[in-house]
């Protein structure tokens, strides 16, 4: 008897739970695709030429394309001529995606900050690294710089236009205390 027992009880535990799941599934709520958190947006050819135009000039000049917010991405296009970071900078919480438009310049890529100094929340700068390497980018170029990896670039006698796309693996920064 328990032969025939034992198998019929997990045939009736099977339907139960069968039974129940079904049950469940009529009642949890549906799954709906994600809302976007921000608003989509085009720039146009002309839009981004004027732009552009607030770039020129040694020195590094920068337009913000898309800051970030609801969403964890910053966008900048970023023109710069005879301009040499003071400092080598690495990021906690922040990828960078380098497109070369223009130009070149040459960039010093991983290692270890000499003396690193924090200036704001995981944002690091130091001038000098340890086991760096530097790479030379030109038009067309395109460079992943994940968080936590020692960069700074050099356009001394050069001229570089570039978009700098900014990810925040984290989450949003959060917001800049207000200036007094």
């Given at each position: 008897m328990t032969r025939t027992v034992a198998p019929a009880l997990v045939v009736v535990v099977g339907i139960a739970c069968l039974v129940a799941g079904a049950r469940e599934a009529r009642t949890a709520p549906a799954r709906k695709p994600a809302a976007?958190?921000?608003?989509?947006?085009?720039?146009?050819?002309?839009?981004?030429?004027?732009?552009?135009?607030?770039?020129?000039?040694?020195?590094?000049?920068?337009?913000?394309?898309?800051?970030?917010?609801?969403?964890?991405?910053?966008?900048?296009?970023?023109?710069?001529?005879?301009?040499?970071?003071?400092?080598?900078?690495?990021?906690?919480?922040?990828d960078h995606v380098f497109f070369v438009t223009e130009g070149q310049a040459s960039l010093i890529l991983g290692g270890d900050l000499v003396a690193p100094r924090?200036?704001?929340a995981g944002e690091w700068?130091?001038?000098?690294?340890?086991?760096?390497?530097?790479?030379?980018?030109?038009?067309?170029?395109?460079?992943?710089?994940?968080?936590?990896?020692?960069h700074g670039?050099?356009?001394?006698?050069?001229?570089l236009t570039m978009m700098i796309v900014s990810f925040y693996p984290g989450g949003p920064p959060p917001p800049a205390p207000p200036s007094k």
């Open positions: 976007a958190p921000a608003p989509y947006f085009v720039k146009s050819a002309a839009s981004l030429a004027e732009a552009e135009k607030t770039l020129q000039g040694k020195g590094g000049h920068a337009a913000d394309l898309l800051k970030p917010g609801a969403t964890a991405v910053e966008i900048a296009w970023r023109h710069e001529e005879d301009f040499e970071q003071a400092d080598l900078e690495v990021h906690d919480g922040k924090e200036i704001s700068r130091a001038p000098k690294s340890t086991n760096s390497k530097t790479v030379d980018v030109g038009k067309g170029d395109l460079v992943f710089i994940p968080h936590g990896t020692v670039r050099s356009v001394k006698g050069k001229k």
